[in-house]
């Protein structure tokens, strides 16, 4: 399970302990009124984790494009020189020349 799985699934518990809550009916019991004040604070104070836990998932990838992409413009020819690199090595790969070499290869003792 994913933290967005996760996520979804703490949403739902939160969302039906809250349903429980507002079907309680007020029959004006201190204990009860009491108890009902920390179950909502407690459903506040999960939400807003969640909220939070949702904004920090995003940061590590928006991170790193960020850093890709700066390191990107900062060096646009090797970054151009790996991808050709890249595409030559997929070619040679793909057009079976690199698949006979390896088949003519001796094999390790």
Not at 6 to 13: P, S
Not at 38 to 59: K, P
């Amino acid at each position: 399970m994913d933290n967005t799985d996760l996520g979804d699934e703490l949403r739902n518990v939160v969302d039906h302990a809250e349903a429980l809550l507002g079907a309680l009916c007020d029959d004006g019991d201190a204990r009860l009124d009491r108890l009902r004040e920390r179950v909502l604070g407690s459903i506040d104070t999960a939400r807003a984790r969640l909220a939070e836990m949702d904004r920090d998932s995003e940061r590590p990838s928006e991170r790193a494009a960020a850093a890709f992409e700066r390191w990107m413009f900062e060096n646009p020819w090797t970054a151009v020189a790996i991808g050709a690199g890249v595409g030559l090595a997929i070619g040679y790969l793909l057009s079976g020349r690199g698949a006979r070499a390896a088949d003519r290869a001796p094999s390790a003792p």
